[in-house]
């Protein structure tokens, strides 16, 4: 028996690649808005505090303002990316252009928005590992992969 990838075999491999992955994320944003001062985001916060504190760790008079950011930041990971989920499993899969185009944009202003914050800071790192070797899999590939598919 031979396995041959047709178009449509394709688009739902890619499709399901964006909606699986995005519930893994919006996950991710959840973990991170009520445990986002764990040991598991250590190296993150070290190279944050390294940036900007000049320290190993972040310091205690900041750490507790650094938690709470973590709760809306996190909140807000989950909540785009059950969005782009939704997106994924209904209309992208009904190859809806708009779908596609709202992916584009909205994940394209927070990519610019994103890295020119991080390189105006100076936090080369996380353009680096949130941009081009998380973002870019997740997101660009689907799409770059399915888009002469939306007619």
Known sequence: MELRQTPERRFLFWQQWLFFSSLLFALFGIVLAFFGNNPLFEPYHQMLAQIFFR????PPATRKLYTFIMGPMGATIASSYLLLAYIARYPFRRKEKWARNAIVVAFGVWFIADSAVAIFYGVYPHT????????????????VFTWKDFK
Do not use: F, N, T
Request: charged share 15%.
């Open 55 to 58: 320290e190993d760790s972040i």
């Open 128 to 143: 680096l590992l949130l941009h081009l070797l998380i973002s870019v899999p997740q997101k660009a590939l689907p799409l």
